[in-house]
């Protein structure tokens, strides 16, 4: 997708509309602390600066009040502490941030609150503050249930402390409990993954996100899988472990509702349906992206920068007026979306969904038929044995959910394009 650069004054021009922001945003928190860091992670996240936490819990608590009067006090339908590891947050920290939130925007009533947390930090005392503090949901980074899988990617827990951990979290009253698999791993062969699929079928969790590995530039497996310390499965080994999972957690009345998510009947990711529905949502903290007022933008990075900025940010409290520009609390990121951006992105995520694309929904939001835009494409994918035509809408195929960023490339359309 090609990106033209927008000038200040542009921003300027296209921000003094007046703050109207409908339905219920999702709001996501950046935790960027970690005990250690993974060997493939490649997230914005640090270990060792432990000394900051007092410091960035005062720094996000401003930029949530200072967001809460610039939008109104707007209402929010989700809330999601990711990281980083959320879960090794100090309990008083995490319960002054979330009733940070509460005072400073409208939670609904009904609200879906997720913590995401690793299995060594939970226990069910913690379990037990965490949810008094008014989180309703918990995502456990469980990745293998495999003990030397677990250590060639580096992480603290073994396969016994993870199950500990989900029954510590229901134990203490958790209703709704995802977990966090990986596949395509080193050391996995199809037994070994189908022996951590039915291990979590055991333990029964609400939702459970599957991820293929990618192996990011710049990380520690990258370089030894570049060096040939270490291998991991070919593309159709890796896709055998795709269609296996479909199979397992099909039989155990998972509802595949996305690419790489599955849950029980009623317990959906209702924040990441936000992300994949293309709607309204605003990110706090380090390096947190943002995409609302027909703009993205996302904060700096550092958490260094971050505290100092935050500390010297200040609020005007006309809402109707503000700007959301370069330099802004602490943006270092704006880029505005255009109708063909808007079009493209709402295409590769809605795609993801089980659902797909209704037509209808798609010529509410754009003005413009689903057809008049993609009509080639369509037909191509049709003919490809990639995309389905169900209910006025458009999926994906159980073949096209293997080949999806083959299709999702498809419908990206040039910014002059639309």
């Known amino acids: ?28 928190v950046h935790i960027p602390f970690c005990l250690s860091k ?10 060792g600066i432990e000394d900051l936490m007092p410091s960035f819990v005062d720094a996000l608590s401003t930029e949530i009040a200072l967001w809460g009067t610039r939008l109104n006090r707007p209402r929010v339908a989700t809330v999601f ?46 379990s037990e503050v965490w949810l008094k503090s008014g989180f309703n949901r918990i995502s456990i980074g469980i990745q293998s249930f495999v003990d030397p899988i677990l250590v060639a990617l580096s992480r603290r827990h073994g396969s016994d402390e993870a199950a500990a951990a989900v029954e510590a979290a229901r134990d203490a009253g958790f209703a709704n409990i ?57 593309d159709d080994l890796t896709a055998d472990m795709y269609e296996l999972a479909v199979d397992l957690l099909g039989d155990a009345g ?29 990110g706090v903290g380090p390096g947190a992206h943002s995409s609302m007022f027909g703009k993205r933008f996302a904060n700096m990075k550092s958490p260094r920068r971050y505290i100092e900025t935050m500390g010297e940010a200040s609020c005007d409290d006309d809402a109707g007026a503000f700007h959301i520009v370069e330099g802004e609390f602490a943006i270092d990121f704006v880029e505005v979306t255009s109708q063909s951006m808007a079009m493209s992105e709402t ?17 509410n939001r754009f003005g413009t038929p689903l057809r008049f835009n993609y009509g080639t494409e369509i037909d191509d994918l049709t003919k490809a044995g990639l995309i389905e035509h169900s209910d006025g809408s458009i999926r994906l195929t159980r073949r096209g959910r293997l080949l999806g960023n083959n299709v999702f490339e498809r419908f990206i359309l040039d910014s002059d394009e639309g």
């Open 347 to 363: 295409m590769m995520l809605g795609m993801r969904l089980s659902e797909g694309v209704s037509h209808k929904e798609f010529r």
């Open 38 to 47: 993974c060997n493939y992670c490649d997230f914005n996240t640090y270990e």
């Open 178 to 234: 995802s977990i966090d698999l990986m596949f395509g791993l080193p050391k996995q062969s199809l037994a070994v993954w189908e022996n951590t699929l039915r291990r979590a079928i055991e333990l029964g969790t609400e939702h459970l996100s599957l991820y293929g590995l990618q192996v990011e530039l710049g990380t520690p497996l990258y370089r030894d899988v570049q060096r040939g310390d270490v291998r991991t499965p070919g």
């Open 1 to 28: 997708m090609s990106i033209s650069s927008t000038s200040h004054s542009a921003l300027v021009e296209a921000s003094e509309k007046p703050v109207d922001l409908g339905a219920p945003i999702a709001l996501y």
């Open 81 to 126: 502490f990711g990281g980083g590891t959320p879960s090794y947050l100090p309990g008083e920290s995490i319960t002054r941030l979330l009733d940070c939130i509460d005072r400073s925007m409208q939670i609904v009533s009904d609200a879906e609150i997720t913590l995401e947390a690793n299995p060594d930090d939970v226990d069910r005392d913690k």
């Open 254 to 282: 998972y509802e595949h509702y996305e690419i790489s998510n599955w849950a029980k009947p009623g317990y959906r990711s209702q924040h990441n349906l936000a992300y994949w529905l293309n709607k309204p949502y605003l």
